[in-house]
């Protein structure tokens, strides 16, 4: 059975930017957290006042720990077990990472902004080593997305019900999933989707939804 290629798109990963390191907010959770302001990621329930004082949209910015569940919820899958996932994610900066099936994140949050730091300054994690548990990659989103001819499956509310789509036909294409706390897909991205997919009438959390999505899709997978 082909892989599904499971791309996590338009998630906020990224540092506090250069104009809000002075603010209090920033400097107060540097200071507490005994780190440099270039160290740690922009995290909206910490760092609203600090985007507030500048007018900074954040529909999409400082929820790297939506990443974070995601992450923790995907690779400790049975479908990722089975070896049966190409795990990717995508950043509003248009940057894309792969991540080794066989990673495991860590469990706490300041744990995982670790690791995340190093992959933004070095592009990979390890920085060295023989053994890559997620490295940047030198493409677009689009390329990641349709590589091969791929099919793009989206999660999305306003889809078509999951159980009335050939299940068979996801493997060997592309499912993407929100990486964001509200709102849709980019206009450049919704251009790139083949087919709409949903799993409920309900509003879900992206960890919920893509926790369905996968156990369905194994259920498929189990001879």
């Not at 949209?57 to 919820?73: A, M, Q, S, V, W």
Request: glycine fraction near 4%.
């Amino acid at each position: 059975m082909r892989k599904i290629r499971l791309v996590i798109v338009e998630t906020s990963i990224e540092k506090v930017p250069k104009e809000l390191h002075k603010h209090p907010a920033i400097e107060k959770d540097a200071k507490r957290r005994k780190r440099s302001p270039n160290k740690i990621l922009l995290y909206l329930p910490v760092h609203y006042t600090a985007l507030a004082s500048k007018g900074i949209p954040f529909e999409k910015r400082g929820r790297p720990d939506i990443l974070h569940r995601l992450l923790l919820t995907i690779l400790d899958h049975p479908l990722n077990k089975m070896n049966l996932l190409e795990l990717y994610f995508h950043t509003i900066n248009d940057e894309i990472f792969w991540v080794n099936p066989e990673t495991r994140p860590p469990i706490h949050f300041y744990g995982f902004e670790g690791l995340m730091i190093q992959l933004l300054e070095k592009g990979r994690v390890p920085p060295a080593g023989e053994t890559i548990l997620m490295e940047k990659i030198d493409k677009t989103i689009e390329e990641v997305l349709k590589e091969d001819d791929r099919k793009v499956y989206a999660l999305e509310k306003r889809g078509k019900d999951l159980s009335k789509i050939e299940i068979k036909n996801i493997y060997g294409n592309t499912v993407i999933i929100g990486g964001f706390q509200k709102g849709d897909y980019r206009e450049d991205i919704k251009a790139l989707i083949d087919y709409r997919i949903s799993l409920t009438q309900h509003t879900l959390k992206a960890t919920t939804a893509a926790c369905m999505a996968l156990t369905i899709l194994y259920q498929h997978a189990l001879p």
